[in-house]
Antibody, heavy 122, light 106 residues
Framework: QEQLVQSGGGVVQPGGSLRVSCEAS????????MHWVRQAPGRGLEWVAF????????YYGDFVEGRFTMSRDNSKNTLHLQLNSLRVEDTAVYYCAKGFGGYDMRDYFDLWGQGTAVNVSS | ESVLTQSPATLSLSPGERATLSCRAS??????LAWYQQKPGRAPRLLIY???KRATGIPARFSGGGSGTDFTLTISSLDPEDVGVYFCQQYTRWPTFGGGTKVEIK
């Protein structure tokens, strides 16, 4: 069945870096746009980033300010989010999510990973 | 940016009762609205897309309605397994989410 399995994350000091990854199975990964969505403890959901099905276009939330980089490897059905210059307010569970389309960020999310915790703390 | 406001913040009902959740957009999102259910410690699950279309495998007791700025998610007969937080999301531009409605069983 369709599945997204996440890995990575952990605890990092402010200013540090982490990478979170997402491996897809059960669907044609290379045909769909993919997203990252985060959820701070006890808070709602916040869209982070989008990458087009072929990796040619990427969009980020305003709060990213050039600190995060999203990438994908369609040969390995994997998605990555590199988190640099992390701030305390980036502490959240990060979810990868499959978009219903492939071309731009105007998507809803029909499949979610299990989530990966990122804790930015000194 | 379209801000989504959900109400009520918490809904406490008995099993079998009808639950009506509201999502209001600060500007029109046409029918580009989705609803998700999130159970504690779990990832969100898509329930409704395009305002009124049920996602694959979602029980018929869940229905969505509305267009423009006012939307509702209705659970026709509340089941104890429906406990969780429900979020609306618009996708006319970059995706944004409402703050959520927590559904509890009395």
């Amino acid at each position: 069945q369709e599945q997204l399995v996440q890995s990575g994350g952990g605890v990092v000091q402010p200013g540090g870096s982490l990478r979170v990854s997402c491996e897809a199975s059960g669907f044609a990964f290379s045909s769909f746009g993919m997203h990252w969505v985060r959820q701070a403890p006890g808070r709602g959901l916040e869209w982070v980033a989008f990458i087009r099905y072929d990796g040619t276009n990427k969009y980020y939330g305003d709060f990213v300010e050039g600190r995060f980089t999203m990438s994908r490897d369609n040969s390995k059905n994997t998605l990555h989010l590199q988190l640099n210059s992390l701030r305390v307010e980036d502490t959240a569970v990060y979810y990868c999510a499959k978009g219903f389309g492939g071309y731009d960020m105007r998507d809803y999310f029909d499949l979610w990973g299990q989530g990966t915790a990122v804790n930015v703390s000194s | 940016e379209s801000v989504l406001t959900q109400s009520p913040a918490t809904l406490s009902l008995s099993p079998g009762e009808r639950a009506t959740l509201s999502c209001r957009a600060s500007q029109s999102v046409s029918s580009y609205l989705a609803w998700y259910q999130q159970k504690p410690g779990r990832a969100p699950r898509l329930l409704i897309y395009d305002a009124s279309k049920r996602a694959t495998g979602i029980p018929a007791r869940f229905s969505g309605g509305g267009s423009g700025t006012d939307f509702t998610l209705t659970i026709s007969s509340l089941d104890p397994e429906d406990v969780g937080v429900y979020f609306c999301q618009q996708y006319t531009r970059w995706p944004t989410f409402g703050g959520g409605t927590k559904v509890e069983i009395k």
